[in-house]
């Protein structure tokens, strides 16, 4: 039985465990998996390297798994799409096919994100990966009011109006990579109100091997004293997972602007309407702020 026909019959068979695949030689092992959270193939990984990547509605990633009373790390390649089982056991066979002399499976325990993008980059009309950016700025900014109080909280992790929480102060946070201009986007009429005092924290960033990382920010933070099961929990929300590759993208900071958010700052509440409440039915506002010409700090 060739290896595709195999994978595709247990796919097919396998309610709930895993099952080796016999047409591999012993040499190269493999084994076809089904769970809850999905259905795929697994590799043994004896690497410290942790990894986690999405793709529409497949995975690759990295978990240890209590085998046949053994538990080993292994590299886990998943679709949770029960009805695409037929092609992605194609996907899969490709994955586990081990080469000549093994050339593909070395290939693969090297670099396990080389083959994540080829395939990727084959299987997608376009390719997006989204910016880690925003997310690094946010870190900084953290990192930046947490130096001077540690009652701060990246706010996202209780669902928060606010990026940056403050016992006295709430903190809200943009950035962005253009080079050029400082117009940025408030999403929700909610946003720049505050009982409290708000700040707005403007970042310019741009990529650079010299920059900071996601991981970096966090790393850096946890030595400062701050909680890393809340970092990971934020992180996790915000979709950039542990072990994701868009973790180590780098990126340093240009211009670092502070505005107070009072009276003279441009924005519209509540209190910008009649009777200080909004029309019935309105449920969102979205609007875009040029900060250029208001009156700002630097940080």
Known sequence: ????????????????GA???????????????????????????????????KFANSRLYTAFLAIGGTEKKYLI????????????????????????NGINRSNLMRDPLAWWKRWRELM??????????SVVAEMI???????????????????????????????????????????????????LQSIKRLQLYFCRLEQSKNGVSINDMED?????????????????RLGYECGASIRDKKYKVLEKRKYEVDNKFPKI???????DHIPKSVT?????????GLEYTEW
Not at 32 to 52: K, Q
């Open 77 to 100: 390649l998943s679709c949770a799409l029960d009805s695409l089982r037929y092609e992605f056991a194609a996907v899969c066979a490709q994955f586990v096919e081990p080469g000549p």
């Open 19 to 53: 099952r080796e695949i016999k047409s591999l030689s012993k040499e190269y092992p493999a084994m076809v998996i089904r769970d809850g959270g999905g259905y795929g193939v697994i590799v043994a990984f004896d690497d410290e390297r942790d990894i986690y990547e």
């Open 1 to 16: 039985m060739e290896i595709l026909e195999e994978i595709r019959e247990n796919f097919a068979s396998i309610r709930n």
């Open 284 to 292: 969102q506002i979205t609007y875009t702020i040029d900060l250029d």
């Open 124 to 133: 997608g009309n376009a390719i997006y990966d989204k910016e880690a950016y």
């Open 141 to 191: 900014v953290l990192d930046q009011l947490y130096a001077n109080d540690d009652t701060v909280e990246w706010a996202a992790v209780n669902s928060g109006s606010h990026d940056i929480e403050g016992c006295k102060i709430d903190y809200e946070v943009k950035s962005t990579i253009k080079r050029y201009g400082a117009t940025v986007t408030i999403a929700g009429q909610h946003q």
């Open 220 to 236: 850096k933070l946890v030595a400062r004293g701050y909680d890393k099961d809340k970092l990971e929990k934020q992180l996790d």
């Open 269 to 275: 509440t509540k209190d910008s309407f009649k009777d």
